[in-house]
């Protein structure tokens, strides 16, 4: 027997992972990627020269 106490925490996790879920769009993938997303070379212009010696 489970603690009925558990049982309400478990079930309010299961509603908030399913509210996250359907809220970012669950298995559907992207059709664009997202706006945010950095430049591939990004990292090989951070320092643009002045961090090398």
């Given amino acids: 027997m489970v603690n009925p106490r558990i049982e309400r925490e478990i079930d309010r996790v ?7 879920h359907k809220l970012f769009g669950g298995d ?16 090989d212009n951070l320092g643009r020269g002045h ?3």
């Fill in 28 to 43: 559907t993938p992207p059709a664009d990627p997202p706006a945010f997303t950095p430049r591939r070379d990004l990292e």
């Fill in 14 to 20: 299961l509603n908030v992972v399913t509210r996250a």
């Fill in 51 to 53: 961090f090398c010696r």
